[in-house]
């Protein structure tokens, strides 16, 4: 009788490959990634201030700039979702306070994605297609887009591609560097936006080759990773009990989204060109996955042979947004621009396919024209923003500092609109101090709602007038301003809007509306 066998526990190792046996730099990579990255910081930098600065970039600014002890307790009860972006731009702060020099750190932070888009796709693939993740990058205008803006979009994307970098490390070389790496690269995505679900695909892609291959044995390297997992679970625990204690109020205004909603986040993300560049996306990301032996007239084999590195970048590309769209036939939590960390699997999976076209001239003619249509599209979000439509809250808050008067009061229906509000008299306070000939009547106004101390305090971000303190306003100010946002709009007030309307009325007939995006300015002044 034979001995029974013992199966051999799954080495996760096995994979994926070792990464091809190349220098990892050559004078032409080197030459062709810096001609990338100065076509990218043109590109990021170019029109940087063109697009207005609003609610969600002053919000940013403001809050960074807080006290130490309001900033934190605003973190924990409102706003830990972005708590790594805001600590980082709180230290950038110290440097400038232009709307120029604050999206500056969301450009710089975009340059860094990359190298680490280059690093990842050699890992996973070879030089080739490191370089051409990196061209499709370099012209992707949803990149651009979220490169010009003050929020931590693009320091998600880096984190992300850093994180499946370190993972892919851990995985082929299990060493402690890269293990810790990985945890900690892990852990900063995650504090930088809570939808970092990328994690949940890493897990799944490791989950279901064990489950294919361990059968009733068990990794070393799996286990591992497992302990890996608990590390993060356990330094993202704050953020977990956050997220339960707030609940679904901070994305309660997140609608469900509609079949047309999704196509055009799926058309934005490969670069705002419409349907023709998401078509050559998903050739490029088909070429990658399909077999060889069906297409071999045009294919090339040697690229993309890798089961699991195909299938990684698929679950990464598609299950964040395939769960959290199943997730809101229950409740609408579906929002395009969380799902910005996608986008670097999205390039190096096209990378991958358009490196396997047999010939040269086939992957140059499909490169190009992938890149041409995505500059096309960096062109037309230059001229006009796409995935949202930024308000009005600065070109607001310049009016009233134009025309306000001595002994004016101030107030906001929502609370943190009186962020856009401060950001702007910063600014112009600035401008006043350096120059004798200061431009308008920037007269000092005063904050009565919200209001807990002679500063910005943390408590100034929630809540609502309510009646009882509008009737106290009359007596004290002749000309009383009202910024009203979030509230419906003058077409479909809500009720706090109807309260405001009828308790103000009484005592000061006359009020002036002057409408801007998304943004009502009313002044209540009496004859």
């Not at 888009?117 to 370099?138: E, H, M, N, P, S």
């Not at 909603?261 to 998401?278: I, K, S, W, Y």
Request: hydrophobic share 50%; net charge positive.
């Amino acid at each position: 009788m034979l001995p029974s066998k013992t199966p051999a526990p799954l080495d996760l190792r096995n994979l994926l490959p070792d990464a091809p046996a190349q220098p990892v730099w050559t004078r032409v990579s080197l030459l062709t990634l810096a001609l990338l990255a100065a076509a990218a910081a043109v590109l990021r930098f170019l029109f940087l201030v063109r697009k207005p600065f609003w609610f969600d970039e002053c919000f940013s600014a403001e809050v960074s700039r807080l006290s130490w002890y309001d900033f934190s307790r605003l973190l924990w009860w409102r706003e830990a979702n972005m708590s790594l972006y805001y600590l980082l731009l709180r230290g950038w702060l110290h440097f400038g306070f232009s709307p120029f020099f604050i999206r500056s750190f969301s450009v710089a932070v975009s340059l860094a994605t990359l190298p680490a888009i280059f690093w990842l796709g050699r890992k996973l693939f070879d030089r080739q297609v490191g370089l051409i993740a990196v061209a499709l990058l370099t012209f992707n205008a949803y990149h651009i887009r979220y490169a010009q803006e003050a929020r931590s979009y693009s320091l998600l994307v880096l984190l992300a591609t850093v994180s499946s970098g370190l993972f892919v490390a851990a995985l082929r070389h299990p060493s402690r560097r890269n293990r810790w790496g990985y945890v900690l690269a892990s852990v900063l995505a995650v504090y930088t936006h809570l939808y970092a679900l990328l994690l949940a695909a890493q897990w799944l892609s490791v989950r279901g080759q064990e489950r294919a291959k361990l059968h009733e044995t068990r990794a070393t390297e799996f286990h591992t990773l497992r302990h890996n997992w608990i590390w993060i679970g356990l330094a993202v625990l704050p953020l977990l009990v956050f997220a339960a204690k707030t609940g679904a109020g901070p994305i309660g205004w997140i609608t469900r989204p509609s079949l047309r909603e999704v196509l055009d986040f799926t058309e934005q993300l490969a670069g705002n060109d419409g349907l023709p560049l998401l078509l050559l996306y998903a050739a490029a990301c088909l070429a990658a996955i399909i077999s060889q032996e069906k297409m071999t007239w045009l294919l090339r084999p040697g690229i993309a042979s890798d089961v699991w590195t195909r299938q990684f970048l698929l679950v990464w590309l598609l299950f964040p947004v395939g769960v959290t769209l199943l997730l809101s036939l229950a409740r609408p939590i579906f929002l395009g621009r969380y799902f910005i960390f996608c986008l670097p699997a999205l390039v190096i999976l096209a990378a991958a396919g358009l490196a396997r076209l047999r010939n040269t001239w086939m992957l140059a003619l499909s490169l190009a024209a992938m890149l041409l249509l995505s500059l096309q599209g960096t062109l037309s979000y230059y001229d006009h923003d796409f995935d949202l439509e930024r308000d009005g809250s600065g070109a607001a808050a310049d009016y009233i500092l134009t025309h306000a008067q001595p002994g004016d009061a101030i107030l906001f229906y929502v609370p943190s609109a009186r962020a856009p509000y401060q950001f702007f008299k910063t600014i112009r306070d600035g401008e006043s101090s350096r120059s004798s000939a200061a431009t308008g009547s920037a007269h000092e106004v005063e904050v009565i709602y919200p209001r807990h101390s002679d500063h910005l305090d943390y408590r100034d971000f929630t809540g609502k007038p309510t009646s009882d303190f509008l009737r106290t306003v009359p007596g004290e100010y002749a000309r009383v301003w009202m910024v009203l946002m979030s509230n419906g709009g003058p077409s479909h007030p809500d009720a706090t809007t109807l309260m405001i309307n009828q308790v103000l009325a009484e005592s000061f007939p006359r009020a002036e509306r002057v409408q801007f995006p998304e943004v009502e300015v009313r002044l209540y002044s009496r004859p």
